[in-house]
């Protein structure tokens, strides 16, 4: 069964630091992964995508996710953190054609804090 | 484009009384999922319905959970009797059915649900 585990439930940074959320996946078959994040009393919003041959994806917002086969990983960076970057953010993966479903699976969530 | 309407908001009740959550997909999407959010964990799919059919209800408990979606647009969740571990956010989503490789899926703000 596919699984996602967020290492961290919680990171602090100052505003303009690296910001970096780990994610790593647990499916014999590379599934297509995602990154959402969510602001308080909001639904869920996509940061990006991963569902192709590149392994380097760009969302919104200036982040981005690099897909690591060997490591099994989508960690979540961006070079410069604004204090409205705060939320709380969520890995998630999904089955490809041909596999059974098409929910999607989250981790626990990582809450990003921003301090000036 | 409208996004995902969920209504109430907000709902506090006693245990053992019963409570009910409405969806409003955005138009033209056949897919439809009902996922459950406890405080501090990530979204965890309950049911999902391509059209009016039910695709995937695995997770739901069926001794007090209900959900229909009437002609394939609008959906209801229903909780028969709560309890105090049914406290969390509902989130609603929606897509267009599988076609290609991936379909966006897009949240309502969810439901926030109190049970004392």
């Known amino acids: 069964a596919q699984s996602v585990t967020q290492l961290g439930s919680h990171v602090s940074v100052s505003e303009g630091a690296l910001v970096l959320l780990r994610c790593n996946y647990s499916?014999?078959?590379?599934?297509?992964l995602f990154w959402y994040v969510q602001y308080p009393n909001q639904g869920l919003q996509l940061l990006l995508k991963?569902?192709?041959?590149?392994?380097l994806v760009k969302g919104i917002n200036g982040f981005e996710a690099e897909f690591k086969k060997s490591e099994t990983s989508f960690h979540l960076t961006k070079p410069s953190a604004h204090m409205s970057d705060a939320a709380e953010y969520f890995c998630?993966?999904?089955?490809?054609?041909?596999?059974?479903?098409?929910?999607?699976?989250f981790g626990k969530g990582t809450t990003l804090s921003v301090s000036s | 484009e409208a996004g995902v309407a969920q209504s109430p908001r907000y709902k506090i009740i006693e245990k053992r009384q019963s409570v009910a959550f409405w969806c409003n997909p955005i138009s033209g999407h056949a897919t439809l999922y009902w996922y459950q959010q406890i405080l501090g964990q990530g979204p965890k799919l309950l049911i999902q319905?391509?059209?009016?059919?039910?695709?995937?209800d695995s997770q739901l408990p069926k001794d007090r959970f209900s959900a229909e979606r009437l002609k394939g647009v609008d959906s209801t969740l229903k909780i028969q009797p709560a309890k105090l571990e049914d406290s969390a956010v509902y989130l609603c989503?929606?897509?267009?059915?599988?076609?290609?490789?991936?379909?966006?899926?897009?949240f309502g703000p969810g439901t926030r649900l109190t049970v004392l």
């Open positions: 499916s014999s078959v590379p599934p297509y």
């Open positions: 989503a929606s897509s267009l059915a599988r076609q290609g490789p991936y379909n966006e899926q897009f």
């Open positions: 998630a993966v999904s089955p490809r054609p041909g596999q059974a479903g098409t929910a999607l699976i």
């Open positions: 319905f391509q059209n009016n059919g039910v695709v995937d």
């Open positions: 991963y569902t192709s041959a590149a392994t």
